[in-house]
């Protein structure tokens, strides 16, 4: 078969070593001249000791960031970036903080991204924000994150059962560029790569949290993951855990984790191909069971039952996920959503 793909270089410095948050004011010089440092309120702390490194480039610290980008949230933050007479921002958290970055970004000012969890938003134009339950995604290139330092020191702290979903949301990037309508060789490379970092990486992590090589390898793929998740459209994983996200306020990670069995056991007979890489990268037999595995193996929860999704809301969520037409390997057909939705929510085995 002949070759056929555009591929699309999205520009963004990477800066990856442990340590390196203490370069954070060079970085930022490269940017602008004063800087709002962004966090969730539980890494205030981080927030304040980058402020620290700052010195006078801060023009101030919003600790308030919160998930799934609440449309509120982001009214009072540009209203702080704007009143700060901020010309940047340096958003130092995982998904949720430079996801308000992002939104914010929309008025002009370039992102600094420290990313401390695996989400990957770091290196994707993806920006979006929640209103009433639904949960709005877009992408715009002005957003995505200039200057991004990945120090895995920084993720040393974070809790092993956060640590593990994350680094699956990360996987579940991979799988989806694994089997896009827009792949390249070069997405699929990495998206390979990234399964594989992480599919190693991540019961070390889990295991021993202040492992430094593990994290470094997680973080890595996570870099991975999100890159190809910027460049190559997603599908029916990425779909529903919007949809279920937004509309019942789900926590972002833990929904992609426990969906993404399920998800590749869907698509397993319509994306042999990236199928078999996704096993080969997990040194499984088969993808669905080796993702299924690796939930095991990092002790996450298996059912959407445990996480918060009201048996009554599976209806709502398979009209919100079949709604609009997009792409998928195998056809969107609103019985088998059910029925994936249904294994999911119970946390059954995935079936083909
Ligand atoms: P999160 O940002 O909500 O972080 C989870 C929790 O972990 C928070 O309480 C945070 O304060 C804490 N935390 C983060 N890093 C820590 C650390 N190193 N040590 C201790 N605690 C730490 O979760 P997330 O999964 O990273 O992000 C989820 C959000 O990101 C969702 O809204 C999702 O839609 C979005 N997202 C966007 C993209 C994109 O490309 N736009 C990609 C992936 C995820």
Redesign the pocket.
């Known amino acids: 078969m002949s070759l056929k793909f555009t591929h699309e270089a999205l520009p963004s410095r990477v800066v990856f070593r442990a340590g390196a948050l203490e370069g954070l004011a060079a970085e930022t010089a490269r940017l602008g001249k004063r800087a709002l440092i962004i966090s ?1 309120r ?2 205030r702390l981080l927030a304040e000791r980058c402020a620290g490194l700052l010195g006078e480039a801060t023009a101030g610290v919003y600790a308030n960031a919160r ?3 609440p449309a509120d949230g982001v009214r009072e933050a540009t209203d702080v970036a704007l009143r700060a007479q901020a010309d940047c921002c340096v958003a130092v ?5 430079i ?1 308000l970055a ?1 939104a914010i970004a929309r008025h002009g000012l370039p992102i600094l991204a420290v990313p ?2 695996y ?3 770091e290196v ?1 134009p ?3 924000y929640t209103e009433d339950g639904i949960k709005h995604v877009a992408s715009d290139a002005q957003v995505q994150p200039r200057i991004v330092i990945y120090d895995p020191l ?2 040393l ?3 092993p059962e ?1 640590s593990g979903p ?1 680094g699956v ?1 990360a996987i579940a990037h991979c799988v989806e560029a694994l089997y896009s309508e827009s792949a390249s060789p070069l997405v699929a490379l990495m998206a390979e790569e990234g399964i594989r970092a992480l599919g190693r990486s991540l019961p070390m992590v889990v295991k021993e949290p202040r492992d430094l090589a593990a994290r470094s390898e997680a973080l890595y793929g996570a870099w991975c993951g ?1 890159t190809v ?1 910027g460049a190559a459209g997603m599908a029916l994983h990425h779909k529903l855990a919007h949809v279920l ?1 937004g509309a019942f306020n789900l926590p ?2 833990e929904t992609h984790t426990i969906l993404l069995p399920h998800v590749a056991a869907y698509n397993a007979v319509a994306a042999p191909q990236a199928m078999e890489r996704v096993a080969r990268a997990l040194g499984a037999g088969n993808a669905a069971q080796g993702l299924y595995n690796l939930n095991l193996a990092i002790g996450a929860k298996r059912a959407l039952r445990e996480i918060g999704m009201p048996e009554a809301g599976i209806d709502r969520a398979v009209g919100l996920a079949t709604q609009a037409p997009f792409y998928n390997p195998a056809p969107v057909i609103a019985e088998r959503v059910r029925r994936l939705i249904l294994d999911a929510w119970h946390g059954r085995l995935p079936s083909s």
């Open positions: 969730t539980g890494q998930p799934h980008t958290g995982g998904g949720s903080t996801g992002k401390t969890t989400s990957g938003s994707t993806i920006w979006g920084l993720t702290g974070l809790p956060v994350s949301n999100g998740l996200g972002h990670a």
